[in-house]
């Protein structure tokens, strides 16, 4: 079994709907979850960044953090066209220096 | 404000060659980590420097190595290329304490 397991995808949904993406793990150690947007044949590009439980919000963007149950959430509002994208899901523990990486799911937004 | 960068950007090479690859840190980051992406994955840990020593590694054979400068910059050197170490080879750059930040990447083909 895998660290951080995420649903491969395809995500396939309407411009302007509301996209939940999501990744479990196992490890109770990790304390920082960060979620990446990554084009193809692109480098990853930092969306969020959580520290331990709870919500964050950056514009259309809301991370959740839920620790008892090992899954963290990636909300997308008002998608666009321009979020058709991979998204990865990371985390590490306080004291190691690794991230964990989920495979990633990928979007696709319908205009 | 310069982000991190990476050259080169694609590279073929035989197998049994060897390459190396460079990173620059993003301004102000003196932490630099290398991971591998195969096609359809998430990125793996190969290393991180940190005061021109590896901090830490991962699961990866000893023909994978590195270095840091004095300017935080970095190399990763792979000997002895293998089919299977065709990948998106990340550099990702942090300060002490805050967020990661990756460059676009090298992708090397071996045939």
């Known amino acids: 079994q895998k660290e951080v397991e995420q649903d491969p995808g395809p995500l396939s949904v309407p411009e302007g709907a509301i996209v939940s993406l999501n990744c479990t793990y196992s490890?109770?150690?990790?304390?920082?979850f960060m979620w990446y947007r990554q084009y193809s044949r692109k480098g990853p590009e930092l969306l969020m960044y959580?520290?331990s439980s709870g919500n964050k919000e950056d514009g259309r963007f809301t991370a959740q953090v839920d620790k008892s149950s090992k899954y963290i959430s990636l909300f997308i509002r008002d998608s666009q066209p321009s979020d058709s994208a991979t998204y990865l899901c990371?985390?590490?523990?306080?004291?190691?220096?690794?991230?964990?990486w989920g495979a990633g799911t990928k979007l696709i937004i319908k205009p | 404000d310069a982000g991190v960068t990476q050259s080169p950007t694609h590279l073929i090479k035989t197998r049994g060659q060897q390459v190396t690859l460079r990173c620059s840190p993003k301004?102000?980051?003196?932490?630099v980590s290398w991971y591998q992406q195969a096609l359809g994955q998430g990125p793996q840990f190969i290393f991180q420097?940190?005061?021109?020593?590896?901090?830490q590694r991962g699961n990866f054979p000893d023909r994978f190595s590195g270095h840091q400068f004095p300017n935080y910059s970095s190399e990763l050197n792979v000997n002895a290329l293998l089919l299977g170490d065709s990948a998106l080879y990340l550099c990702?750059?942090?300060?002490?304490?805050?967020?990661?930040?990756f460059g676009e990447g090298s992708w090397l083909t071996v045939v």
């Open positions: 990371a985390m590490k523990e306080g004291s190691n220096y690794q991230l964990i």
């Open positions: 990702a750059s942090s300060a002490p304490v805050g967020t990661i930040y």
């Open positions: 490890n109770s150690a990790f304390q920082y």
């Open positions: 301004s102000g980051h003196d932490t």
């Open positions: 420097y940190y005061e021109e020593e590896e901090r």
């Open positions: 959580t520290y």
